[in-house]
Structure formats: C-alpha cells, structure tokens
C-alpha cells in the first residue's frame, strides 16, 4: 500500500511502540498507590480533579522513562533496518562499509550515538523538571 519505501517500516515501528507505551502507560496507572487516589474521592473530588491533582503527577515520571527508552529502542531498530536495505542510518553505515569509506562509517556510527545520547540527556532533564515539579 505504501510502495517500496521506509514508510512502512516507520509505521510499523509507530504502531507497535504506541501499543508498547498505551499497555505500559495503563500499568503504571493501574500499579498508582491507591490510598491516595481513595482519600482524594472521599474528600469530594472529582474523576477529572482526580487525574490532575494525583494520577498525572505520580504516572509522569514514569511514564516519560518508558517513552524515551521506547525512543532509544525505535532509534536503534531503524539503525538494524537500515542495514538491511530500508533508508535510515544503517543503510548509510553499511553503504559506507561497503565503499570502504570508513571515515564516513565512522561518522554514522557516532552520529547514531550521539542521538541515543542526547535522548538520554533529554529524558533525564524531563524527569528531573517533572520530580521538581511536584
């Protein structure tokens, strides 16, 4: 449907980390301390007040943990895609490779590095922001 190109492969990475990150999102709601959740109601609140004041601020660490490692997972696989004929930056490594340009390679591989890196920065900033936050 999509023709011979990276698109279906990105849709397919799209797809299942979002199925990956709904069923982890809902366990770590479901795993949420349930006395605070109980107090919050008996003191009259509402559903909606509920998951501003406790769910949103107890799942968010959490959750942001799961998404950027999904991240870190969803780089790394189109990395191996890449490497076996889908346009990312594996095919750009072993196009590099196989050209003997190894420079070049060399370059990919730390450019492949630096993303996950910076993800990792990125997602230990979130995390702190959001642990300050509340």
């Known amino acids: 449907m999509l023709g011979p190109s990276a698109w279906p492969a990105v849709l397919a990475l799209a797809i299942h980390n979002s199925g990956i990150l709904g069923k982890l999102g809902a366990e770590t709601i479901e795993n949420l301390d349930p ?76 450019l492949g590095a630096s993303i996950v890196l910076v993800a990792d920065l990125v997602s230990v900033l979130a995390r702190w922001l959001v642990r300050r936050a509340t």
């Open 35 to 110: 006395r605070t959740l109980r107090a919050l109601r008996q003191l009259g609140c509402t559903r909606s007040q509920i998951a501003g004041a406790a769910v949103l601020p107890m799942f968010l660490g959490r959750f942001l943990l799961y998404f950027f490692y999904r991240f870190e997972t969803c780089v790394r696989e189109a990395t191996v895609l890449g490497m076996l004929g889908v346009a990312s930056l594996g095919y750009w490594i072993q196009d590099s490779r196989t050209r003997q340009f190894y420079d070049e390679m060399l370059f990919f591989v730390v």
